[in-house]
């Protein structure tokens, strides 16, 4: 790599030349006042046209000054701008080596002095540190404690601060996000959990928002342990039961998050038991109903068998009849028996909710929702319901908006109220109604019962049911009335109620959980609504990435054949969320390239090619900002897919080359590897795609503190301060 000059030494050289000009004419002015002008013309005369020569030794004399002044800053300079680098990372940076004693006496003398200090603040240090893990022995064996609890659990565990970035998740959740992948074998699930990912990139965040209100409504009423659920179905069509608890705000006095400083998610994959249960419905139906056509057809035969003129051939072929519709009934009822009949209603899980409460969300909800106008008429306060809070709220809504659109309702009153027992149902019950004004009576309501057997969309992009679906789940019922009296008709939906001690059932979520990938510190709010180039580096998250390519000409065919990735996230490399792939290039492995990254043609053939690959990097990288080492290169190779892949890398780019020719102008050099020797980095896979990007990471968290000490401390400052340097200038 070209050596750069100095730019003092171009300002000292020019001082020097214009120095020495203006020497040369004073001297020559002061000469020619004191001859005649005779004399004068004869010495104009001598000289003549020697001014050549004189210009010519003027030259060599720069020459010798220049040399003499590039010696000076190579002896006197240069040694010790580079022993101050050095020393800033010995002090920055954790594990760095010792100063080099190197240069003449003098800087070598100061560099072992430096390295004794050293030495004694590293004793002290040491010593501090063990003080410090003396006082936190019973930290750990909390922590230990914990670590063994969070290994036992055997459902998936998120916790997401308000924002609903993940900062905390199980194993076990790592792997329930690996088998929802869309792209298992690529990001193996990474691109939907991490920490600081968006759980909302997983679940619709009106299901969540709404969950979080049903908690905050029962913390206001006192409830000592309130939690949620819902069921949802992803992207991939995995179907998955939710439940939510709160995480409390440790500053009672914060009001802006009403109590919650986060929540706590608990996952259950009930695909596969949705799946059984629809199959046991199935042959539920099947029984049923052809059970009813054998007992129709085997009464049919039993009434001509009665007859006592029957020809003995047609009794033949009517016993026939009966015995095979037996048959075919006992099969049946063998099949049901073999399968089970558990209830479909065990998919949806219920909650206890305050009958208040569900009125005033439905109240809330229809006057954000472009619905009718809501008055509330008498509501019995004591009332406590056992639901699935989202559907049935839906279920309403979707009644009073199709009243609105479609009868011309513009008001609807809801009412609450505890029913008599009806025959046939066990349990106290309620009528939960929705009314409205009908003055014409009968001729009103005309149609309306066919609204619930419409198919509506509970959640968005979830489960397709039906009004009737919904209240079959809970166990209830559905008709219209009208109260010609009041001039009103209404739909009435009669629920089954519990009783108020029933309700407020012990958490599911266990609270010594040990968080096994984890970062507390994201409970602070995310900086989503700023400007990026306004973050702090410190606040940013990152994905650090590499290519491995067919060769250094990506405008010339060069095709990438591995990619290799991890994250930063508050400051903290996460080795475990990392992304690594090889890629078949469609094309030929130079041969001389092969030694260098060690993929062979055989190792990609079978793997995908990087119209594949891409889209599964692309929703890793996503909300973050993109760190390579030459940057300018790996971005080259993923503008050129652009086109062939839909797919724009379009997040803010940092560059650890050029980051470090700003931290360290004076190094000679900035490949990877004597950035990480300066840092006391241990190189490990170097050239493989995973482990350059590992230590290109580490080199990153080694350069912020340092350019945070020049006073580059966000982004848009980081960027800028790149674009300034000689290396800024490559291109590819």
Known sequence: MRRRIDPRLWWLLAAAAGASLAWLAVTIGLIAVTLEPHERAQVLGIV??????????????????????????????????????????????EGAPTLRERGPAEVRRVAHLFNQLVQQRQALRVQMDERVREAARDIEQEKSRLAALMAELTQSVIVCNLDGRVLLYNNRARLQFRALSQAPTLAGGAELIGLGRSIYAVFDQALIAHALENIRQRLRRGAAHPSAQFVTAT?????????????????????????????????????????????????????????CRSLANVRAALEVLELPDADPALRERLLGVVREEVQALGERVQRLVADGADPWSSQWPMEDMLGADLVAVIERRLANGGGPRVQIGAVDATVWLRIESFALIEAVLYLARRLHQEAGVHTVTLRLQSASPRPGRAGAQVHLDLVWSAPAGEASIAGLMGWELDPMRVGGGGLAASVRDVLERHGGVLWVETDSAAAEAFFRML????????????????????????????????????????????????TVFDTETTGLNPSDGDEIIQIGATRIVNGKLLRHESFEQLVNPRRSIPRESIPIHGISPEMVVDQPDITQVLPAFHAFARDTVLVAHNAAFDMRFLQLKERATGLVFDQPVLDTLLLSAVVHPAQPSHRLEEIAARFGIPVIGR??????????????????????????????????????????????
């Open 687 to 732: 050239h493989t795609a995973l482990g350059d990007a590992f230590v290109t990471a580490e080199v990153l968290l080694r350069l912020i503190p340092l350019l945070m000490q020049q006073g580059i401390r966000t982004l848009g400052e980081a960027r800028r301060a790149s674009e300034r340097t000689y290396y800024a200038r490559l291109t590819y």
């Open 235 to 291: 992207r991939g069509g995995q179907l998955l039961r939710v439940q939510v608890a709160p995480v409390r705000q440790v500053d009672p006095g914060d009001r802006a998050s009403q109590g919650l400083a986060g929540f706590v998610l608990v996952l259950d994959n009930i695909t596969r038991d949705h799946e059984q249960a629809a199959l046991r419905e199935r042959l539920w139906l099947d029984l049923t109903e052809g059970s």
């Open 48 to 93: 003549g046209d020697r001014w050549g020569f004189v210009l010519l030794m003027w030259l060599l004399g720069m020459i010798a000054i220049a040399w003499a002044l590039q010696r000076a800053f190579d002896v006197g300079v240069h040694p010790w701008r580079r022993l101050a680098e050095e020393a800033q990372v010995l002090i920055t940076a």
């Open 495 to 542: 629920l089954p109620a519990i009783e108020p001690g029933q309700a407020e059932v012990a958490p599911l979520v266990r609270t010594e959980s040990r968080p096994e990938y984890y970062d507390f510190d994201l409970f602070r709010q995310s900086p989503a609504a700023q400007a990026l180039d306004d973050v702090p580096l410190t606040d940013l998250v990152y």
